[in-house]
């Protein structure tokens, strides 16, 4: 993946250059994460919500060094919109129950497992609404203990038996763990896989680390790079008008003489004072202002 490489001749950043300083960071405005997208089956580097690189191998070569202790859950109402920026209405880090921070009136059910958006047919065809997915910490192959990299896997790159060598995450870690072998310690290929209609992704190991490699991405597995990597929060939106300070809704006064004379001025004194004048029996007794607001909703006032 060689257009992601920070200097075209190739040469790695020293140790001494790796922290970001305050210039830089003030001078980038924004947030400085880094994710690799799949979307459309091409590998993209994006830092701080813009891209700025991109890179159309089918394979790219990674160290994981850290992944999500469970696979989580999304549920998006409608359908996406290109190009919108859209969170997900529902969602749960462990797959179990939502999130706290989920809003109530957003919450689909109390736990994942009997929620109706879990069932089978709830999404397009026979899917489920209710999307699982896994995040991954990971560094490039040529900048092992340099910056992470968070990589977000969906369901059909998670699940599944391995098919002609092409294993899913599930499989692979399988594969790993029967071979005694940490996933931290060797060199991943993930590779797009090209029967698939929607961009799944295949594993295989590619060859062990060395010591000092070794060394580096345990280091960079619990960094806090990474720690934020694999966290599985969303911000909730506001999207109400905040209420009036207390203030204000303690002043009635004023704005109940305003609303007393718009109500004289546009009702009561045109048809009143019209009958006074053309009808020569008025009686003698004089309508309550009161009772003449009273007929009135007073919808305004709340």
């Known amino acids: 993946m060689s257009n992601l490489t920070l200097f075209n001749s190739g040469v790695s950043l020293p140790d001494y250059l790796r ?10 405005g924004q947030s400085n994460s880094k994710t690799i997208p799949i ?5 993209r580097m994006v830092s701080g919500g813009e891209e700025i690189a991109r890179n159309e191998d089918r394979a790219m070569n990674v160290v994981i060094v850290a992944a999500a202790k469970t696979n989580s859950r999304t549920f998006f109402i409608g359908k996406y919109e290109e190009g919108k920026d859209v969170g997900p209405t529902c969602w749960s880090a462990d797959g179990v129950k939502p999130n706290e921070e989920v809003p109530a009136e957003q919450r689909q059910f109390d736990n994942c497992a009997n929620c109706p958006q879990n069932i089978e047919g709830s999404g397009d065809g026979k899917t489920r609404a209710c999307r699982f997915s896994r995040r991954l910490a990971v560094s490039l192959e040529n900048d092992i203990g340099g910056d ?74 619990v960094s806090e790079e990474a720690r934020r990597a694999i966290e599985f929060k969303f911000a909730v939106k506001a999207d109400k008008t905040p209420a009036l300070p207390v203030a204000f809704t303690q002043s009635p006064a004023a704005v109940e003489v305003a609303k007393v004379e718009s109500s004289i001025e546009e009702v009561v004194e045109p048809v009143k004072r ?21 007929d009135w909703s007073t919808d305004d006032d709340e």
């Open 19 to 28: 922290n970001e300083d305050d210039i830089t960071k003030s001078l980038a």
């Open 148 to 221: 992470v990299y968070r990589l977000q896997l969906p369901a059909k790159s998670i699940f599944g038996k391995p098919v002609d060598g092409k294993m899913s995450l599930q499989a692979y870690a399988n594969f790993l763990s029967g071979h005694g072998v940490p996933i931290s310690g060797v060199v991943t290929e993930m590779r797009f896989d090209t029967a698939e209609a929607v961009p799944v992704l295949r594993f295989k190991a590619v060859r062990p680390l060395t010591r000092e490699e070794w060394e580096l991405s345990k280091a960079s597995g």
């Open 39 to 43: 979307k459309g089956g091409v590998w």
């Open 274 to 294: 019209t009958k006074k004048v053309v009808v020569p029996d008025v009686p003698t007794d004089k309508p309550n202002v009161s009772d003449i607001l009273s």
